[in-house]
């Protein structure tokens, strides 16, 4: 089962860069490379069916060799905490909202549904046997294809996370405005 | 009532070919052909209200001359299944799925003030009474304005849906990579 | 504490400023007028968090000088209603569902973690403690930098809405065609 969550993805992956870049004409490499194509997720919700789609769609579009930029806030910064963790936050409110509001990509619960985790535990059994890998999985190959994970300043300040906090491999929190430079210069955003 | 239900959504159609397409010069229609403008809808929620938007955003691009193109996936899955269908699924979980969130494009339901049934209903009348046409409505007039729907390959095998399950007229299951592509060669997208 | 939440947006906003328009070359300035950038935000959910979301993208896309405009649609109206109107609509239909659903900036309500005001009053002192704005003042520097906030006509007439229910300085009343030729001619568009 582990075996055939990890192949899946890969096929799906090897399928989505034949899509994308349907055989490059020799000499046509330059060309391709000096009009890189791009991407830019602002990943609001946190809710576990828009982490998951938001990480399909950043490493599916890393794998055709677009250059994705995830952009984690409110309740999508969520998701970048370590799984360990249990209680975040400095002040009183901010560890209030870590306990009702569980941290970590693995704990995240649907927007619908939800029935106190049956739902998630539901879909994850449902994506597993059907070869999809779970959203902790693809974030991780979606970081390992070079997908940069830019935490929200705000959010983290707001919320109270500090650095110790989050998972490995991020980078510098950066505010809104670095996300609008993206898309004032051509890179196609969504808002998930 | 069923009259003006039909004729104000013409109405508004022909209203925005006009505003999109304002007065095209003689001669401009080949270039104008050349370059025709597109449009992909991410629809990813499912809910009445987010389904609504969908389906006016689709069929008024649609009727001003635009290229359209719905990828349904998770929850935005369910409005294609026939109306009359009440149970789908081929394993208890998938069953159970759909046992609680019914679908069918006529049985959605809002994502707040759902009051088991009656906002959704206090909606459609209200719609109803201003000449805007239902979802499902909308939907078969932008299949007839050529609207491209595109059922998500993976949220089909993962919720176990058939393909006589679903309404006719859609295009063959397809994968995100192919909402990518399109991305990549620069149609606008909008994830709902 | 007024204090820090007037200051604090504003160097946010020079900041943005400088992000994305980097040290403008001397002689290129009626070039970079000539391709001014801009921006459409759909605003359709109307929670306090998307709202705060559409604000801060708003302001501070508009504090670097590109050109916005927000298209207020069905919950995402509800925060054009003036603050201290407490009840609209003309049928008892539409009065219901501004009973149920308050309206204006101010009253927003959290898509989690709700518990009848609880979270919004936490979330509204964590942003004035780390000196952001609430989506109310977001809103109004917006309006003074220029953003311009266009509400749905079909909204309106669906739920009821007179101009008198409303803030001041809105634009006339549009309907999707209007976004949707935003897009065609290349202003990229968020859906939120």
Redesign the interface.
């Known amino acids: 089962m582990t075996v055939m969550t990890r192949d899946a993805p890969e096929a799906?992956l090897r399928?989505?860069s034949e899509?994308?870049n349907p055989s490059p004409a020799p000499g046509a490499q330059s060309e391709a490379k000096a009009k890189t194509?791009s991407?830019v997720i602002?990943a609001?919700?946190g809710d576990l069916?828009?982490t998951?789609?938001t990480t399909?769609?950043a490493s599916?579009?890393a794998a055709?060799g677009?250059e994705v930029s995830i952009f984690f806030?409110?309740?999508g910064f969520f998701p970048l905490v370590r799984p360990e963790k249990r209680i975040t936050g400095q002040v009183w409110?901010?560890k209030?909202?870590s306990l009702?509001?569980r941290p970590g990509i693995d704990h995240l619960k649907l927007?619908?549904?939800n029935f106190m985790g049956l739902g998630p535990w539901?879909?994850k059994?449902?994506?597993r046997k059907?070869g999809?890998a779970s959203p902790g999985e693809l974030l991780a190959m979606a970081q390992a294809m070079g997908v940069k994970l830019l935490p929200c300043q705000?959010s983290m300040?707001?919320?109270?996370f500090t650095p110790e906090d989050l998972i490995d491999g991020l980078e510098e929190p950066v505010?809104?405005?670095?996300?609008?430079?993206m898309?004032?210069s051509g890179t196609?955003?969504?808002?998930?």
């Open positions: 799906l399928e989505a899509t994308i194509k991407l602002i609001e919700s069916e828009k998951w789609a399909i769609l599916t579009a055709s677009m806030t409110f309740w409110m901010q209030m909202l009702m509001n927007s619908r549904l539901m879909m059994r449902l994506a059907h999809v705000m300040d707001m919320l109270g505010g809104a405005a670095t996300v609008l430079e898309i004032a196609p955003a969504l808002f998930i």
